[in-house]
């Protein structure tokens, strides 16, 4: 039996509004034997055909003729395997405006009212699509009824170089006659209020409102907006990302004040089509409780901290209201707790119709929350009416980690809900409180995790079409991305723009993509070089340093290792990955280049920063851990030992922030110091990754001592219980504690060679490579260890065992013993 399943074009199934020129095509299999590996494949698009004898099943280009806009292509894919089996798999993409403009008009109403477009058309044809963007957030209705699961439409980018438009298939949604669309729009990124630090105003800040829209049948316009649209004012009266929504369902279907809408001619240049997934509901939760704290508050506890909302099903007469506000924790008296939000309001302000019972979630808002309080409510409600859906990218989280410790898999629960939770169509630093955003430090260290969490290949694409949009004349990399006002960059944030770039072509092997993101990397190393008088030296600028490292000064953020000297060896690591990407794209002057930089950049740090002894000046466990997992010691056996007893000495505790955490663990294992790694990973005592656990979060904390033992908060005003940053320690467990590596990249060739620890009775990780499910497991079990690794179709698997004992292997499932 040979199975072709994930057929995607462009790392998305089925993607409508595709606008690649050459979109690639990947696909796994599934076979019931051993050693399964494709001997050709045969692609059709439409009436091309490519017929190979291939291995390759990701990343496969087309090359046939050029691809008409909107217009729908079915393909079929078909696999020959060495054990003479074949199997097919279809799938389609509907192509966007290939770079045309769309045969629409961007419209609005101005002044501050949020309206709703409308426009009455007749329509008697089979299939539509419709194809729509904002500068704002929109959702269309078509008779009344949503044309998509989706939400935050058009997403998050870098809206003056780049705005996506949607496109969805609403065949469904028409019938044969006279048919009503409905655009109802937010501010959301674009047009709402901006973070609570901004430095200069909105570059958003004149763009009016404006949406287009076009549903376009057999290739032609229908319908599509114009001066000749009609506009109401919206029930959703007010909406902000940070601030929630006002809705007045009394509004609803109301057509007073109709003002015809006024056509915007600010062109189509920057129109681009989505390359990511859509933002979804990925969950939906009931509460666990409805209590009343000691102040008297009532409150719902959804017992898991999400980013989404509520949705309620409520009975109220006409002029009932509803308020309610989001939080993350109580405190440690039991009352509810937003301080930690700054000036995030997330409140939800609802106004009934007196219809029945109504449904409501907002529109163009979301929270990060777990309880929610009830400030007002007229009509009477139970628990059963509430319930909570979380929503996220569509990145299919199907990562796995478990072992004989319950907090450890708690504590991976946690990873990766603050994965979901942070990836809503950008990777953001927290989805509560006034920033949610692009931060880059952040991504730049979670980036290898989330990658083995979840297929985020669209994802991070996206995000990085953006940070290229957003990279300086200059090469600087911003702190965030979409950059909006932000003007400022760090080591360890705008590394992102090599970091990421690299784990993506390592997890999913697309050298087209890593030869279109190449330019930013290298203009990132050219950034850093020009900085200062020493061209192998970062000793100038702003850094953000170790940030949050438990060893910073009373009252500062800011971990007490050189900031120098992090600068450095980044500015080191940036050019060491820049020479490989290089390497990879055969840009031999480059990669000569990057080299004889790297090794004086290399022999500057030693210089400056490394002492007689051979070990840094700075005496930090993060100066020691980036020195070890860069590479950067003569000596790196030496220094590992020394870092290994700094740790013990403190009780086997960390002092990491967000530079150093990351790599500590590795920088222990790979130089024979596993077990206090692992005591590292295990250790439950203040300040650990189980120390939240135990202190019941649900989600991975921005700062190791979110919530003290006795129950106090660190601070208000850095205090998120949902940053992803800290969960990078998952990175740790798959590649280390299980081994699992790619020896090429995209995992066609994988290594496996896991480090058992004596402290656990079993661990076992699987995650999805482009190829399928690897899996690797250890047990220990009547005095042995045994070993189980799975491998998926159509790559082989190095299994180094701990005995030194190397075993290769092909696809299927293997068990070893040692
Ligand atoms: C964010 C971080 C970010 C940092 C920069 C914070 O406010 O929440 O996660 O990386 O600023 O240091």
Request: aromatic share 14%; proline share 4%.
């Amino acid at each position: 039996m040979l199975n072709i399943i994930d057929l995607k074009c462009e790392n998305l199934t089925n993607p409508i509004g595709m606008d690649e020129k050459n979109p690639i095509f990947s696909w796994k299999l599934e076979s019931d034997k051993e050693n399964t590996v494709q001997t050709r494949y045969e692609l059709t698009v439409g009436n091309f055909t490519v017929n190979e004898a291939c291995g390759d099943s990701i990343n496969i280009e087309y090359t046939g003729p050029a691809l008409r806009a909107k217009t729908k292509y079915n393909y079929c894919v078909t696999v020959w395997d060495n054990h003479g089996e074949v199997s097919c798999a279809e799938g389609y993409f509907v192509t966007g405006y290939m770079g045309k403009e769309p045969n629409a008009k961007w419209i609005a109403r101005p002044g501050d009212v949020r309206p709703v477009f409308v426009k009455e058309f007749e329509f008697d044809g089979e299939d539509a699509y419709i194809t729509a963007s904002c500068y704002g957030l929109f959702e269309i209705l078509i008779n009344g009824k949503a044309i998509t699961d989706t939400f935050l439409n058009p997403g998050f980018t870098s809206y003056l170089k780049r705005i996506q438009y949607r496109m969805f298939d609403v065949k469904d949604y028409l019938t044969k006659g006279t048919n009503k669309i409905e655009i109802y729009i937010g501010k959301g990124w674009c047009k709402g209020r901006f973070p609570s630090f901004p430095t200069v105003p909105s570059p958003f800040g004149e763009m009016p409102n404006c949406v287009f829209c076009e549903l376009i049948a057999d290739g032609k316009t229908i319908v599509a907006t114009d001066d000749t649209w009609l506009t109401y004012q919206s029930p959703v009266i007010m909406s902000e990302i940070y601030d929630g929504e006002t809705y007045d369902a009394r509004l609803e279907g109301k057509y007073e004040k109709e003002f015809p809408a006024v056509e915007y001619n600010i062109g189509f240049a920057n129109l681009v089509s989505s390359r990511s997934v859509p933002v979804k509901v990925i969950k939906t939760l009931k509460p666990l409780s409805m209590f009343t704290t000691p102040k008297g508050e009532t409150v719902l506890d959804f017992g898991q901290n999400i980013a989404g909302w509520v949705k309620f099903n409520i009975k109220g007469n006409e002029g009932d209201v509803i308020k309610y506000t989001h939080a993350e924790v109580l405190d440690s008296e039991g009352n509810f707790y937003a301080d930690n939000m700054r000036s995030a309001k997330n409140e939800i302000f609802y106004t009934f119709k007196g219809d029945g019972v109504e449904t409501y979630r907002p529109h163009f808002t979301f929270q990060g929350f777990r309880y929610v309080r009830l400030d007002e409510c007229t009509p009477n409600v139970t628990i059963d009416n509430f319930m909570a859906e979380a929503i996220s990218s569509d990145t299919n989280v199907n990562g796995h980690i478990e072992c004989s410790d319950e907090m450890v898999n708690k504590l991976f629960s946690n990873i990766l809900w603050s994965q979901r939770d942070n990836f809503v169509d950008i990777p953001t630093d927290c989805p509560q409180r006034d920033e949610r955003l692009g931060w880059t430090g952040d991504a730049q260290v979670f980036i290898s995790t989330a990658l083995k969490n979840a297929d985020c290949s669209a994802f991070f694409t996206k995000w990085l079409l953006d940070m290229m949009a957003d990279q300086k004349k200059d090469g600087m990399v911003g702190n965030y991305i979409p950059l909006m006002t932000c003007l400022k960059t760090s080591s360890g944030w705008g590394d992102a723009g090599v970091v990421c770039p690299w784990e993506l072509y390592k997890a999913y092997g697309n050298k087209k993509f890593l030869a279109t993101t190449y330019p930013m990397s290298k203009k990132w190393v050219e950034y850093i070089k020009a900085q200062g008088e020493n061209p192998y030296l970062w000793n100038t600028g702003f850094q953000y340093g170790d940030w949050l490292g438990l060893d910073a000064k009373p009252g500062s953020y800011e971990g007490s290792t050189d900031k120098t000297y992090i600068a450095t060896v980044f500015f080191a690591y940036s050019t060491y990955l820049t020479g490989k990407m290089a390497e990879v794209l055969g840009y031999e002057d480059d990669v000569k280049y990057l080299e004889e930089l790297y090794k004086n950049i290399v022999d500057a740090f030693r210089k400056e920063y490394v002492g007689e002894d051979g070990e840094p000046k700075c005496k930090t466990q993060t100066a020691y851990v980036l020195g070890l997992y860069m590479n950067l010691f003569e000596d790196m056996q030496k220094n590992a030992d020394a870092l290994n007893s700094m740790i013990l000495a403190n009780g086997t505790k960390l002092q990491t922030g967000f530079i150093g955490t990351p790599y500590l663990c590795y920088a222990l294992s790979r130089y024979g110091h596993a077990d206090t790694a692992y005591g590292l990973l295990l250790q439950r005592g203040y300040p650990s990754w189980l120390f939240s656990v135990k202190q019941g979060a649900t989600t991975i904390w921005e700062h190791w001592d979110g919530i003290r033992e006795d129950g106090t908060m660190w601070s208000t005003a850095m205090n998120s219980f949902n940053h992803y940053a800290y969960g990078s320690v998952a990175d740790w467990i798959y590649s280390e504690a299980m081994g699992v590596t790619p020896l090429e990249p995209g995992y066609k060739k994988i290594k496996i060679a896991p480090i058992p620890s004596d402290a656990l009775g079993y661990m076992e990780a699987r995650f999805a490579t482009p190829y399928g499910f690897v899996g690797s497991k250890w047990e220990h079990k009547d005095g042995k260890t045994i070993y189980t690794v799975e491998v998926p179709c159509n790559t082989t698997a190095e299994v180094v065992l701990p005995d030194g004992s190397v075993h290769n292997v092909g696809s299927g499932v293997y068990t070893f013993e040692g």
